[in-house]
């Protein structure tokens, strides 16, 4: 569909038991919402009307069980399964999980075929939504596999994006992961996402260093000046503004990362704890690289406080408005950069 129409936002609805259709409703609840997008939850009207008879909700839900039924203007509820869900808040249920999963495949079906414009993603909890056709560590790797692109993890917030080298690796087998190859992928990755999703024209982009203090000329390790510091001196050579690698211990209190366009860190928690101190709660987990457009909150199912109505919608929202930024902003980039010969009327040539 075209950009400035209403645009269709696929949820999956993520773990039952957890604070997702909390976060949902709450986030909902303001109607004008429903002005600029049109929301499709993947789950089943029993599911929803439950959560909104617990949380005292006064959303009206249009049922549907086909998605080319969505009515614009409402909260459509597609129905993927029939039959109740056994909900009990915190608590850890495979079963409860296989619903999560089948609400993801059909919305991330969807998202494929253009069903829907972009997909936000509830919080899922990783083991309880494994089996035979899950067997990945999260939303990124899984959409990775059923979707065109190289997939990064981009956290995303008004004044921070950090970006992954590696994102859920155990950290005895990072360093190993680092090759040229990927840091090369990652940064054009990145690059191009700057440059399609944020509307940044020249990014400047920082790399943070694999050990600490870079390795101090071998002392803590030799990845940093054997692999990451030709590579980033190749890639700035090729024209685009990489910086680093810098020391991970410094660089955010310093406030360094201000001056960049984007951050990318070697592995999970280098780039997380500090985007999540800095931004949790209004932060968004946005999978750059895709053909497709998907965004979550930068949150997990919160067990604990599950069922509790305490559960705060804040970056769930932040997670829609960042989708239908970013879809926009696709729309606007192709249109400007796509061949206008293409597109030219062909002249007659003039009669001598």
């Keep these: 569909m075209k950009h400035e129409e209403n645009i269709l936002v696929g949820i999956s609805v993520g773990d039952l038991n957890g604070i997702s259709g909390e976060i949902i409703l709450k986030t909902f609840e303001d109607s004008r919402v429903l002005e600029f997008c049109t929301p499709v939850i993947f789950a089943s009207i029993k599911v929803m009307n439950f959560f909104k008879k617990y949380f005292k909700s006064s959303i009206d839900f249009n049922s549907i069980n086909d998605i080319t039924h969505i009515a614009h203007g409402k909260f459509n509820v597609l129905n ?80 921070l994006r950090v970006g992954l080298l590696t994102d859920h690796v155990p950290v005895k087998d990072v360093s ?117 457009v998907r965004t979550s909150p930068d949150h997990g199912t919160a067990f604990e406080i599950a069922g509790k109505g305490i559960a705060n919608e804040g970056s769930f929202k932040e997670a829609l408005f960042t989708a239908i930024k970013i879809f926009r902003n696709r729309s606007d980039y192709e249109t400007l950069t796509a061949n206008p010969l293409k597109k030219a009327p062909r002249k007659e040539s003039a009669k001598k």
């Design 80 to 159: 993927c399964w029939k039959e109740g869900v056994n909900i009990k808040f915190g608590a850890e249920d495979t079963k409860v999980g296989t619903y999560a999963l089948k609400s993801l495949q059909a919305a991330t079906k969807a998202l494929k075929e253009a069903q829907i414009d972009v997909l936000l993603t509830a919080p899922i909890h990783k083991h309880n939504i494994q089996s035979e056709a899950f067997n990945f560590p999260g939303h990124t790797d899984y959409l990775a596999k059923e979707l065109e692109g190289d997939s990064l993890m981009l956290m995303v917030s008004e004044e």
């Design 176 to 292: 190993e992961h680092i090759t040229e190859a990927l840091i090369t992928k990652k940064i054009n990755t990145v690059y191009n996402s700057l440059r399609k999703d944020f509307r940044v024209i020249k990014p400047k982009i920082a790399v943070l260093g694999i050990n600490p203090h870079n390795g101090d000329n071998g002392v803590i390790g030799t990845e940093d000046d054997t692999v990451m510091r030709p590579t980033l001196k190749k890639i700035k050579e090729s024209g685009k503004l990489v910086y680093g690698p810098y020391a991970a211990d410094s660089f955010f209190g310093s406030d360094n990362y201000k001056n960049f366009d984007a951050i990318i860190a070697s592995y999970h928690d280098q780039g997380l704890i500090p985007f999540k101190t800095l931004a949790f709660g209004q932060g968004v987990n946005f999978t750059a690289g895709l053909k497709r």
